[in-house]
């Protein structure tokens, strides 16, 4: 198979490596790189779960081709904070109980996080507007709407990542 | 699931990419453009189109490609402007308010962030949203092939079920929208498949008040309803010199379905497209009379 050379900035590092061109972005994330925090679920565009962050932007990476993202910068939830820490938005997710199984989590956390960057006190409808591409079986969206606007908060009030230990 | 195998090219300008196109043709190979691939590469995962060169746009220099920008009468919009950039439009939220409201109901906020105003128009998707908005705004949309550049009339382009006026080897580059005269009002209506997002009938409507109230201009495009998007244009020809009061704009709006073929499928039946193709039309014209006078 032809392969051709590719370089994307990937949670900060720069990645140079061969793929074919018609490798989907989520792959080269999760074989490739083994960052399997990414997750796959319809693999069409509609359930938002292998969302990542391009250049800032929240994405469907099952929608993208890894040579599309050459020259660009991908954020997963690997690395939307530093390693051993929650972001503020994950913070919330955990003690709002945003999550129950987790499938969808890693992609809601990261739309949400490119939502209070853009509107950084959204209301229940905006919220719910944004992540109508992330699909969750499981928690009835209640209590992750209620995560997200717990994250506004917090973020407004100036919260860092704090240290994972802390909470376990 | 991957698409097919294909050989990637990077198109540094438009003159490139039609050269390739030409190239690939000329060899007998199939090739596509690449803008946000949000329509192309589901229907590649599906091996429903299997290219054998993708010729990527989206690094293409050409300032007329992105961006949106007023001159004059005239407002034009780059083929490559994402949904989310025309739905944050500063200059098109002000004179041209219904593409950002459609580009707001495009999918959801990821599709948003990567698909393409030019590539929703070239693939010509019988239920995506920009169709019925560009035929009511009766825009011009600029092609670019090897024998230079031609405009074709919104009214022309939408010839079939995934099928444009566009030659093989043309790029759409932009789209030139009149700027709209005063007491113009407008609206888009969609009734929105809950599982995909797209519209089963979406109905966009351009109305221009007279002074006494009256309908002086409109029109209305429709979406979703048969295999292209097309002008209701029985329903205009109703409207147009009467009251604009909800009574009349529905009963000129009974034949907003007139000349289209309805699809019957498995989203919608043709006779529940009819009553809904109706419906929205009338609150479309409504909407946007309101807002032309207010
Ligand atoms: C989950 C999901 C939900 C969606 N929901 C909606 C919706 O509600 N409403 C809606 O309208 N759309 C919807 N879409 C489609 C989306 O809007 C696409 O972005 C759009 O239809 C195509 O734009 P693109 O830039 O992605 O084009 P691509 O997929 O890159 O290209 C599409 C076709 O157009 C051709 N092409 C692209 N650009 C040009 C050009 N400049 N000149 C000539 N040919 C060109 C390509 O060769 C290809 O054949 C949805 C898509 C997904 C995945
Ligand atoms: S796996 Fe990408 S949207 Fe479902
Ligand atoms: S927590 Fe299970 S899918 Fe959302």
Not at chain 1, 42 to 57: I, N, Y
Request: charged fraction near 20%; aromatic fraction near 4%; glycine fraction near 10%.
């Amino acid at each position: 198979m032809a392969t051709v050379p590719v370089t994307v900035t990937v949670n900060g590092t720069e990645r140079t490596t061969e793929v074919e061109p018609r490798t989907l972005l989520v792959y080269f994330l999760r074989d490739q790189l083994g960052l399997t925090g990414t997750h796959i679920g319809c693999q069409t565009g509609q359930c938002g779960a292998c969302t990542v962050q391009l250049d800032g932007e929240a994405v469907k990476s099952c929608m993208v081709l890894t040579v599309q993202a050459e020259g660009h910068a991908v954020t997963t939830i690997e690395g939307l904070a530093p390693a051993g820490t929650l972001h503020p938005v994950q913070a919330a997710f955990w003690e709002e109980h945003g999550l129950q199984c987790g499938y969808c989590t890693p992609g809601m956390v990261l739309t949400a996080e490119a939502l209070l960057r853009d509107d950084p006190d959204p209301d229940d409808h905006t919220i719910r507007h944004a992540i109508e591409g992330n699909l969750c079986r499981c928690t009835g969206y209640q209590s992750v709407v209620q995560s997200v606007r717990v994250a506004a908060t917090r973020m407004a009030e100036g919260a860092q990542p704090e240290p994972l230990l802390r909470r376990s | 699931m991957n698409p097919a195998t294909f050989e990637y090219h990077r198109a540094g300008s438009v003159d490139e990419a039609i050269g390739l196109l030409g190239r690939f043709a000329a060899e007998g190979t199939e090739a596509k453009l690449l803008a946000g691939g949000h329509s192309l590469l589901p229907v590649m995962k599906l091996r429903l189109a299997e290219p054998a060169h993708l010729i990527d746009l989206s690094g293409a220099t050409d300032a007329d490609l992105r961006g949106v920008r007023l001159d004059g009468s005239t407002i034009t919009v780059g083929a490559l402007t994402t949904h989310r950039d025309l739905e944050r439009d500063a200059t098109l939220r002000e004179r041209c308010p219904l593409l950002p409201q459609q580009a707001g109901r495009v999918g959801d906020r990821q599709v948003r962030a990567r698909g393409t105003f030019g590539g929703t128009l070239a693939h010509a998707d019988p239920a995506a949203d920009y169709p019925a908005g560009v035929l009511a705004l009766g825009v011009e949309i600029v092609a670019r092939g090897p024998g230079g550049e031609r405009t074709i009339a919104a009214d022309d382009f939408f010839v079939a079920f995934l099928t444009t006026a566009l030659a093989p080897d043309e790029v759409l580059t932009e789209v030139r929208i009149p700027v709209t005269p005063a007491r113009t009002g407008m609206e888009y209506q969609k009734l929105a498949n809950q599982a995909s997002g797209y519209a089963v009938v979406g109905v966009a409507a351009v109305v221009t008040v007279g002074a006494d109230g009256t309908c002086e201009a409109v029109r209305i495009g429709v979406t979703g309803a048969g295999d292209h998007a097309a002008r209701a244009v029985t329903a205009e020809a109703a409207l147009v010199g009467g009251p604009l009061d909800a009574s009349t704009v529905a009963a000129a709006c009974a034949s907003a379905d007139e000349g289209i073929d309805l699809l019957d499928d498995l989203h919608a039946s043709a006779d529940y497209r009819r009553r809904i193709v109706r419906g929205l039309s009338a609150r479309a014209v409504l909407a946007a009379a309101g807002r032309a006078t207010a």
